[in-house]
């Protein structure tokens, strides 16, 4: 009789671990459908899903050195420094977003984090992102961003191109010279409509 009764249990157990599954895969399959590539010009707000979170990529700045608050450093490079907005109306499904640059076939890292934080519902936040770039192959340069969680149900990945190969930003590049770029706090702020 004894078997009899682990048996029942492992039946339970089993039963259970089944209905989490299907009420895990239930509620994966009422999430958004998968986005492949979105694009997004200087200022243009991009929605990435069908809670309404978006992003905009904001104040584009150039420089020939960067700070981190303690010290600048320079090299023959460029740095860039791109203010990052996301907004978050209703439901907070994202949580953050990873960014890199890339030239060409070249990635590189952001300096800093270089993650940007989904606020909560009702709310926006600002922040900036500093990457060093090749100012040689400044046209070629575009900031890709992508959902960074454990586990992904959907691929939001949006391509900026901060406009560098257009006249203003060559006029951005040309007054690069000696400027130093530093990157500032995030702020958090209330959407109003």
Request: with cysteine; proline share 6%; net charge positive.
């Amino acid at each position: 009789m004894r078997t009899g009764r682990r048996v029942s249990l492992l039946g339970l157990v089993v039963v259970l671990a089944a209905l989490l599954a299907a009420g895990w895969i239930t509620q994966w399959t009422k999430q958004d459908p998968p986005v492949e590539q979105l694009t997004a010009r200087p200022d243009q707000e991009v929605v990435i899903n069908a809670d309404g979170q978006s992003v905009r990529f904001m104040e584009l700045t150039v420089g020939q050195l960067y700070s981190d608050g303690r010290r600048a450093q320079a090299t023959r490079a460029r740095y860039l420094l791109v203010t990052v907005r996301l907004t978050t109306p209703r439901q907070r499904s994202m949580i953050s977003f990873d960014c890199e640059a890339q030239q060409g076939g070249d990635k590189y890292r952001p300096i800093g984090l270089g993650r940007t934080n989904f606020p909560e519902p009702g709310q926006r936040t600002s922040s900036a992102i500093a990457f060093e770039f090749d100012p040689d192959r400044a046209a070629e340069l575009r900031i890709v961003c992508k959902e960074s969680t454990t586990i992904i149900f959907r691929d939001s990945t949006v391509t900026f191109d901060p406009g560098l190969g257009r006249e203003s930003g060559r006029a951005l590049l040309r007054a690069s010279s000696g400027r130093v770029v530093e990157e500032v706090d995030a702020t958090t702020e209330p959407i109003r409509p």
